[in-house]
């Protein structure tokens, strides 16, 4: 069959057809935001009315007076107030067990190393580092006991040799005493 309409024409119409595809996109959009609109609107005046409801209720809590503390209460703050500053007294003068002894431990570790348990025992002897760990194999092992044996902080290492029975994937028990 033999195309009659002539190109300047043909141009015409994919033009008009590009203009009415754009008029029914811009309809489409408008639509759909009225419809959003439309669905929104209930929710705003809902939510509006609530935060207006709130904020008479926080006005007349502020406006309400506040009932004075009855005798029981006051000797149960103070009490509680005494606790909190021993608790805070001892805070400040205690010894940081953190700081000079578990994060040099930690920090001399080795990557195949893996401390599963840290325990600090505190008794009338003095105190105790208890380490529960695993171990890849027994010379990692060695070298973590005599990494930690070297080091001013440990008076006293003791790894039983019982832990040396496997050749791998040791489960360990070290004592440390600190100087």
Known sequence: MINLIPNEEKKKMVRHFYYRLMV?????????????TVAITPSYFLSSIKKKVALDKVA?????????????????IEILNKKLNI???????????????????VLKKKSDIKIHQISYEKNTEGSKIIIKGAASSRERLLLFRRTLEDDPLF??????ISNFVRGSNIQFYLS????
């Open 176 to 179: 440390l005493t600190p100087a």
């Open 87 to 105: 608790i805070e007294s001892t805070q400040q003068n205690k010894f940081s067990v953190l700081d000079k002894v578990i994060n040099p431990i």
């Open 155 to 160: 008076k006293q290492v003791d790894l039983p």
């Open 60 to 76: 007349a809590q502020k406006a309400e007076s506040v009932p004075l503390p009855d005798q029981e209460t006051l000797s149960a």
């Open 24 to 36: 029914v996109c811009l309809f489409a959009v408008s639509l759909g935001l009225l419809a959003s």
